[in-house]
């Protein structure tokens, strides 16, 4: 199969994929619409908490009430676009790069580290993979294997 030709999927596969795509397009726009709506929502208290060796730079961010609302607005309205691109399957390469920015960035700011305790309480007892590195594994999963141009937007705009 040359580079041009498109990725042969078993139905299964396909499946699989795009219902790997849709929960993780669900959680990025899930989570950036219930930033939106919660009233007075700021990622201050979420960086403020930052721990590891950007814990300097993420605190420092906090300092400018400029930064921090463009950093909040960065948050919202890209989950939201993220997530939507992501279930539509439309960009999807750059939907995934997108995603992949933020979920390493959340990582830095919490990385899961052997005795680091954070204000929030944690889901539960990480050692180095938490969820974001289990999202970050599975986007990577969805770039290596793309299902829009099958199920999805970018289908209308791909000459197979």
Not at 61 to 66: E, F, K, R, S, V
């Amino acid at each position: 199969m040359s580079k041009t030709d498109p990725i042969v999927y078993s139905r299964f596969q396909l499946v699989f994929l795009v219902l790997l795509r849709f929960a993780i397009g669900w959680y990025f726009l899930y989570e950036g619409v219930a930033k939106l709506l919660s009233h007075g929502w700021s990622s201050y208290a979420y960086l403020i908490d930052s721990q590891g060796i950007f814990e300097d730079l993420f605190k420092l961010l906090t300092q400018n009430p400029t930064v921090m609302l463009l950093i909040d607005y960065i948050n919202i309205f890209g989950l939201i676009l993220i997530g939507l691109l992501i279930i539509l399957g439309l960009f999807e390469k750059i939907s995934y790069i997108g995603a992949l920015l933020l979920l390493i960035m959340y990582y830095l700011s919490h990385p899961a580290l052997i005795d680091t305790n954070y204000m929030l309480p944690a889901e539960g007892s990480y050692l180095w993979i938490n969820k974001n590195v289990v999202m970050i594994f599975s986007l990577l999963v969805l770039y290596v294997f793309p299902t829009a141009k099958r199920v999805g937007i970018e289908r209308i705009f791909c000459k197979n």
